[in-house]
């Protein structure tokens, strides 16, 4: 079974911008090694893009769309979305609006089972207190590197 992570939008950057990687990614990915999750958060992000040959670019990261594990209002796609709100989500939320993506996609990661991965600080302190799995962009390089989990 496949090591499943589910990226932060701006993991996308660093997969495109880190020399060699899209291919080690792509080749992890094809091997059957790896899964990258994204939802459609991340998607509506990319296609926010200003520049369209980088959102084009950011678009060949072989991920899976999932749904999203809970529904807000204003912020959810239409049919990409579970509904119901996560038990976990309020405490990801923090009761700030400005966070509503980010609590979609820890939510989702916890619902999916995967690691998380994302360099936001407030993110990875919220999701590390719901019990998520959360490494940075380096540390999943390494694994990719190496084909397989590393500490």
Request: hydrophobic share 40%; proline share 4%.
């Amino acid at each position: 079974m496949p090591e499943q992570y589910l990226i932060d939008t701006h993991i996308y950057d660093k997969i495109v911008d880190t020399p060699g990687a899209l291919a080690l990614v792509k080749q992890r990915v094809a091997a059957g090694r790896v899964l990258l999750l994204s939802t459609h958060v991340q998607s509506d992000e990319i296609a926010a893009t200003p520049d369209r040959e980088r959102a084009r670019l950011l678009a060949t990261v072989p991920v899976e769309l999932v749904l999203t594990s809970g529904a807000v209002y204003g912020t959810s796609a239409f049919g990409m979305a579970r509904y119901g709100e996560p038990e976990s989500f309020e405490s990801l939320h923090g009761g700030n609006p400005k966070h509503t993506e980010d609590a979609l996609i820890a939510a989702t990661a916890q619902f999916e089972g995967a690691t998380l991965v994302t360099e936001d600080v407030t993110l990875t302190k919220r999701a590390t207190r719901e019990g998520i799995a959360v490494i940075a962009w380096d540390v999943l390089y390494a694994r990719l590197a190496v084909g397989g989990s590393t500490s």
